[in-house]
């Protein structure tokens, strides 16, 4: 597969996982999410991906009155970027491994349509779809999308007229997504997020993107990722298999050993590293095409 020579950088804002006291750039309030993609927008995400937390906690939300206020506050500055909200939220089960029926604090799990009341109300450019179930991280953590689940889901975000982004965790899940095209639930050109080094759905090994890849439907546009130190250099990787690329502090906090990022920084790093390959940076517009997305009014 050839280089990528127009190469679209999404920018994942701040993400749901326990990043707040680690680095004093997560943004946490509504307008600091909203602030942060500008930031990131502005140097060179054509696509900013965006989750809420609690303003006061800092912990994972799904309230669609934050993500009103987010995407309002972009809307407001003006700023040329592609919306993208995800629609995960609502899936997490931790369970007692002594008894199993036990839901355990923490537990946020709702059903496919109660996952996208926001997306809805918003009508964003792309909103996400985990494609399917994992043992997320070690303990009794799981993330769980049943086939059930994303057939619902998928039939509503299509009615919507919205771009499902299909989170990849797995080969399996890739299936899947192919089996929900087959079925008439996927419109044309799919969108795959392949998301790699998450413990424990796909490692971040090349070889491993490369047999995903070979996976894809005809046509599909995707991108890749992958977690922590790894960001940078899978940024380089999936422009080479022929992909797009996504950074943000959702995946990484680091520019390099003990020094913090912020998002823009880690855009402009992945725009250092597009150019570098000989590749250019997709505008907005340039994505909005090539995703099959509705012009910007």
């Known amino acids: 597969m050839p280089v990528n020579q127009d190469v679209i950088i999404t920018c994942a804002l701040t993400g749901a996982g326990d990043t707040v006291g680690r680095s004093p750039h997560v943004p946490v309030t509504p307008e600091q999410i909203a602030a942060s993609a500008v930031e990131a927008a502005g140097a060179g995400a054509a696509v900013v991906h965006i989750h809420v937390r609690e303003p006061e906690t ?12 987010v995407v309002e506050r972009i809307r407001e500055t003006g700023t040329d970027v592609v919306i993208n909200l995800t629609a995960g939220m609502g ?3 931790i369970i007692d491994p002594e008894a199993p029926l036990r839901q355990l604090p923490g537990t946020d799990l709702v059903s496919g349509l109660d996952r996208l009341p926001h997306v809805e109300e918003l009508l964003p450019d792309i909103c996400t779809l985990d494609c399917g179930s994992l043992n997320f991280g070690d303990g009794s953590n799981l993330y769980v999308s049943t086939p059930d689940m994303l057939r619902t889901g998928a039939k509503r975000i299509q009615e919507l007229g919205v771009r499902p982004e299909l989170e ?10 192919k089996q929900l095209l087959a079925e008439g639930l996927l419109d044309d050109p799919t969108v795959f997020q392949l998301c790699m080094g998450i413990p424990w759905g796909a490692p971040a090994d090349p070889g491993v993107l490369q047999s995903m890849v070979n996976m894809l439907p005809r046509n599909a546009q995707w991108a890749s990722f992958a977690l922590g130190r790894m960001q940078m ?8 298999l022929g992909g797009h690329v996504r950074v943000g502090l959702e995946d990484n906090l680091h520019l390099g050993k003990g020094v913090k990022a912020t998002n823009g920084q880690l855009v402009e790093r992945a725009v250092r590293i597009t150019e570098s390959l000989g590749s250019r940076v997709a505008t907005p517009d340039e994505a909005r095409e090539k995703l099959g997305l509705r012009p910007r009014t």
């Open 168 to 177: 990849i965790f797995d080969t399996g899940q890739l299936w899947f997504a």
């Open 233 to 240: 250099p899978w940024v380089a990787q999936s422009i080479l």
């Open 58 to 69: 800092g912990a994972p939300s799904r309230d669609p009155r934050l993500y009103r206020e």
């Open 91 to 93: 899936g997490d089960l």
